[in-house]
């Protein structure tokens, strides 16, 4: 598989969880959707953009990165 259609199936799970958290009633999904925000701002190393980068290690290939 390449690194393209790896992208591609990842953002499309990131859609599919938004989708998720937007189709739940409240308080529901101000729960969740805040829950998210904790997580994603208490760990750096946790988030929902993704891309890949070519490096002389294969287990290093994938870089995550944070909403800027």
Request: contains cysteine; positive net charge; charged residues 25%.
């Amino acid at each position: 598989m390449t690194a393209d259609k790896k992208i591609v199936i990842l953002q499309n799970m990131i859609k599919t969880l938004e989708g998720y958290y937007l189709s739940k009633p409240e308080p529901y999904q101000s729960c969740l959707l805040a829950l998210r925000d904790i997580v994603l701002n208490t760990r750096r190393d946790i988030c929902t953009n993704v891309s890949f980068k070519s490096r002389s290690l294969p287990t290093k290939a994938r870089s995550w990165h944070t909403y800027g």
